[in-house]
């Protein structure tokens, strides 16, 4: 069992940085993966990044691609994701997930279990 709290949501403008973090209790957390998914008002939830814990290759969206960063720290049983020039259709619901897989990362079906998530909204 993984039990995950994002934290670190805010307000942010347009071409500013912000750094998600979300915590895992449970012993097994050094064994899954982890993900980053987003949900922004009348979409569907998107893949955003994942990180596998095998190798820890790290695996990202084109939409993000090369502005954010994911990484995982297993002795904090903390992952984070590292967000720089934001833009306006950033603005979602982010939430962490973890999968006991090492493939098919992008998909939410992937997962195991899910943090309740945390608003970012970023100003134009």
């Known amino acids: 069992q993984v039990q995950l709290v994002e934290s670190g949501g805010g307000l942010v403008q347009a071409g500013g940085s912000h750094r998600l973090s979300c915590a895992a209790s449970?012993?097994?957390?050094?064994?899954?993966?982890m993900g980053w998914f987003r949900q922004a008002p009348g979409k569907e939830r998107e893949f955003v990044a994942a990180?596998?814990?095998?190798?820890?290759?790290?695996y990202y969206a084109d939409s993000v691609k090369g502005r954010f960063t994911s990484s995982r720290d297993n002795a904090k049983n903390t992952i984070y994701l590292q967000m720089n020039t934001l833009k306006p259709e950033d603005t979602a619901v982010y939430y962490c997930a973890a999968s006991s897989r090492i493939y098919g990362l992008g998909s939410s079906n992937a997962y195991d279990y899910w943090g309740q998530g945390t608003q970012v909204t970023v100003s134009s």
């Open positions: 449970g012993r097994t957390f050094s064994r899954h993966s």
């Open positions: 990180i596998s814990w095998t190798d820890g290759n790290t």
